[in-house]
């Protein structure tokens, strides 16, 4: 009987133990940028405030018949102030109201940017009165950025932040009047203060957290898309997943599905599974598929995927991989800050040098800007060819870290994965290509 318990309790463990291995609950607890929402430029706009009723926003910038609906809201107690202004704020959360769908009302006072600090009232009840939110934000001519925080009416402790920030008096001038222009043109019916007189918007949508096993390590988060505070929504919000504790996550984005456990991603050979979405972006219940088929990777004996980049030279050739299918080729995907970055340079270089009629030495950078990589080039004397690689490259070759080397035989069939400069001069030394 003993020995009947011991065995139950051994196999009631073990299964616990795997199950403990294979999903692992993610906290997602800190707010992160992504490469594309960094990249955005967008812009609250600011318009003089010439009375009401005011059309709403929905239609700038969109070639559309439809005619805009209008609003009329309270203004807030002004007293002194001067120069009055108004904008819209994109807010998800409000979608479905019937007045001023998709946005939030700002009001804002004293905005010529002189000795008074602008005085910004925002529409935090989602009444359309201004006049009970209470004191107004203070944005003084030091102010660097000021957060917005909105709460969804309809979803209790779900909120969206908003970062606003002026533009610099003396910042790039052709694109400021590029804005000026866009903005004059798409609100025939408002009277646009300026692009240097509106606020930079940096939405505070992607959550993200850490996750560890043994078997492996990455940063996962979730990006509420529609900015309403709900970070579940299939069709809507999406995963991005990156390098360990990075500060930026990369522009792969993977849509949340409708049906559970169809929502997966892939990496070093293993398929994880979303389980479950916390709705407030809370946690993440990841599950690990040591048994799935793996679809995006690369395989031995298999050609890698046809593709063109430009080198980070004066030049900028533009080369197909598949100029370097004649004999063996060294892929290396790299960037600046990596470990061992230096070590892997001076071994490069030794390659390149010494081996270069056995095999072809293609790296390409991925994040730096063009004006880096040719400074690199020229202050460190590179002899091998440097390409510049996109999003859309790394994928070509499944990249998930950097550094990555892949070694191939002639005609582009892969033959070795995650292979360092280090492994590969040693092949060189030994005639082993």
Known sequence: MAKHLAITFFLLFSQQFMIAQTEKTVKLNRYIEDEKGRKMQSIVAVYKYKGQPILEPINIGVDTKNESKSFTFILPSMEGVKDTNYAFIYF???????????????????????????????????????????????????????????????????????????????????????????????GPDKVYAGTLYSFREQRINCIAGDYWTEQDSFTIGIKDANCNGIFNEHGIDYIIVGEYKINELPDVVIPISKKNGSTFFERKGKKYIIQ?????????????????????????????????????????????????????????????????????????????????????????????????????????????????????????????????????????????????????????????L
């Open 276 to 432: 479950n979405i916390h709705p407030l972006g809370n946690t993440i219940l990841i599950k690990r598929d040591d048994d799935a088929k793996i679809a995006k990777t690369l395989t031995v004996g298999k050609k890698i995927n046809r593709f063109k980049f430009q080198t980070a030279n004066k030049e900028k050739k533009t080369y197909s991989i598949r100029h370097f299918k004649k004999k063996p080729s060294y892929i290396y995907v790299w960037r600046f800050e990596q470990e061992n970055f230096q070590k892997d340079t001076a071994i490069l270089r030794n390659i390149q040098l010494n081996y270069s009629d056995k095999i072809n030495l293609i790296t390409f950078n991925y994040g730096e800007t063009p004006k880096e990589l040719r400074t690199f080039i020229r202050r460190n004397q590179i002899n091998w060819m440097i390409g510049q690689s996109s999003q859309k490259i790394n994928n070509k070759l499944y990249i998930e870290q950097f550094p990555t080397g892949i070694l191939t035989k002639k005609r582009l069939k892969v033959s070795r994965v995650s292979i360092s400069p280090s492994e590969l001069l040693i092949l060189l030394q030994n005639n082993q």
């Open 92 to 186: 998800g959360g409000l979608n479905n109201r019937k007045s001023l769908p998709g946005y939030t009302l700002a009001v804002i006072g004293n905005n010529q940017r002189k000795q008074k600090p602008a005085l910004i009232w925002v529409d935090k009840n989602h009444n359309l009165d201004l006049s009970d939110d209470g004191a107004p934000d203070t944005f003084f001519s030091y102010t660097v950025n000021k957060d917005i925080t909105l709460n969804n009416p309809t979803v209790a402790n779900a909120n969206y932040t908003v970062n606003i920030s002026r533009y610099g008096l003396n910042f790039n001038a052709k694109y400021i009047g590029m804005l000026d222009d866009y903005y004059k043109t798409n």
